[in-house]
């Protein structure tokens, strides 16, 4: 079972280039999110999808787009990175929604930076 | 506004106790989570409280009392596996995560 998986681990882009982190999770989960988390500051949603063809923005959705074709995937793209985006994204899901005992399985990470 | 507060590091020995407290000012209240967050890892769940009181689990117990807007978590026996950042998170009326900046927790022998 190999829970959240995201790619790349690491991924170096220059301003105003573009590119997707790619996020499968295989545990059938309704809820799918992005986070960044900066150095200081708690995670940020980014975009989140309660379930195949529904997506929803976030706390920071500026200059990131997201979709969900499938109960699994859950892509988010970079339309022109900027130095600001320089982060690193967390894909997380969980079994359901408008729950309060929805815990995340978080991806290892994406260590994003942009020059 | 929405706001988590907790403290930005602490120091606590190996084998000893250590209690890391979390305060909330949320649009509502749908339960407090806590995370372990290992350097350069992913978080991972440790905790969840909806209802005031302590609820134990092996060496860690959170505690939540709603009508002060106050969590601690507790660990005991310290370990260096331990070392880690803590991070608090309240689920909002709208069942969005607030999350805390995280409590580094350093261990030392």
């Known amino acids: 079972n190999a829970g959240v998986t995201q790619t790349p681990k690491f991924q170096v882009l220059k301003t105003g280039q573009s590119m997707t982190l790619q996020c499968a999770q295989d545990?059938?989960?309704?809820?799918m999110s992005w986070y960044r988390q900066d150095p200081g500051m708690g995670l940020r949603l980014i975009h989140y999808s309660v379930g195949a063809g529904i997506t929803d923005q976030g706390e920071v959705p500026n200059g990131y787009n997201v979709s969900r074709s499938t109960t699994e995937d859950f892509p988010l793209r970079l339309l022109s990175a900027a130095p600001s985006q320089t982060s690193v994204y967390f894909c997380?899901?969980?079994?359901?929604?408008?729950?309060?005992?929805?815990?995340?399985?978080f991806g290892a990470g994406s260590r994003l930076t942009v020059l | 506004g929405q706001n988590i507060d907790q403290p930005t590091e602490m120091t606590a020995t190996e084998g000893a106790i250590v209690q890391i407290n979390c305060t909330y000012q949320?649009?509502?209240?749908?339960?407090l989570f806590w995370y372990q967050q290992h350097a350069g890892e992913a978080p991972t769940f440790l905790s969840y409280n909806v209802l005031d009181g302590l609820e134990e689990k092996g060496r860690f117990s959170s505690f939540l009392s709603r009508s002060k807007g106050y969590s601690y978590l507790l660990l005991k026996e310290l370990q260096m596996k331990d070392s880690a950042s803590y991070l608090c998170a309240v689920m909002d009326s709208n069942y969005q995560l607030i999350w805390g900046a995280g409590t580094k927790l350093i261990i030392k022998p």
């Open positions: 545990m059938n989960h309704e809820y």
């Open positions: 949320t649009s509502g209240f749908n339960g």
């Open positions: 997380a899901s969980s079994y359901s929604t408008g729950s309060g005992a929805n815990v995340l399985t």
